[in-house]
């Protein structure tokens, strides 16, 4: 294996140029040998960051203001404890939860779909982090499908046993548009914008498509009894 040494130029006080080596390194080294950098702009937190965002914080608690005295919060009546609505809905935010509570055993819903969550942010930043953000087939495609496909396919398969078919859906819909750069090699703007997403951010796709099927199905279709019914 080669070295490379790293040489420092003096002048002599008689005017001849005096070449010392200063350190000798092997050619693959850890320490990676830049030319110095032009220094970056850089701002303090204060008052440059934090006098944004007072001023941002502001302007939000004003237009709420604004809009709570325009407009009147969409209440109901007093609550009677002996004329209990039925379907007894939760606050909107909330109602994907209801829902998940009605398709999936409570044991499933309650326990292990929050355990998995909790096991996952410990777990997640231990793998490798795609920092600058790459495309879902930017590497090893082929290894990269079958661990894909092979994780949807396990997850549809519980999703139809459990007959969440809300769920299942969209996960194929994501699914089948996250496969479409690696069968289709046409170069169109539509197929390289899909290529250039990463796993995060299918993963959020999913995430928020999902939350909002399950708040509309909530809101719009379910009736007395969580039943199914049509919004009209």
């Known amino acids: 294996m080669m070295n490379e040494e790293l040489f ?3 002048e002599s006080s008689d005017s001849k ?3 010392r080596r200063v350190a000798v390194f092997p050619q693959k080294t850890p320490v990676k040998f830049e030319q110095e950098r ?3 702009k850089l701002v303090m937190t204060f008052p440059n960051l934090i006098i944004r965002e007072v001023i941002c914080f502001q302007v939000v608690v004003i237009i709420l203001v604004i809009i709570s005295l325009l407009f009147d919060a969409p209440l109901e009546e007093l609550a009677n404890p002996q004329n209990t609505p039925n379907p007894a809905k939760a606050p909107w935010y909330f109602l994907g939860l209801q829902e998940l509570l009605h398709v999936f055993p409570p044991v499933v819903a309650g326990v292990l779909i929050p355990f998995c969550v909790i096991v996952a942010l410990v777990i997640i930043p231990y793998f ?10 930017k590497k090893n495609q082929k290894k990269t499908f079958i661990v894909f496909s092979s994780i949807i396919f396990v997850l549809v398969l519980i999703l139809i046993f459990f007959d969440v078919f809300s769920i299942a859906v969209p996960t194929l819909m994501i699914y089948s548009f996250a496969v479409l750069p690696y069968f289709v090699k046409k170069n169109s703007r539509f197929i390289t914008w899909l290529s250039q997403l990463s796993l995060a951010e299918w993963i959020m ?3 928020a498509l999902v939350s909002l099927i399950l708040i509309f199905i909530g809101t719009y279709f379910r009736g ?5 019914v049509w919004p009209w």
């Open 17 to 19: 140029v005096v070449t």
């Open 38 to 40: 032009p220094p970056e």
């Open 224 to 228: 007395p009894g969580w039943s199914w």
């Open 8 to 10: 420092q130029v003096e």
């Open 128 to 137: 490798e982090i795609n920092i600058k953000r790459e495309g879902l087939w």
């Open 205 to 207: 796709t999913w995430f």
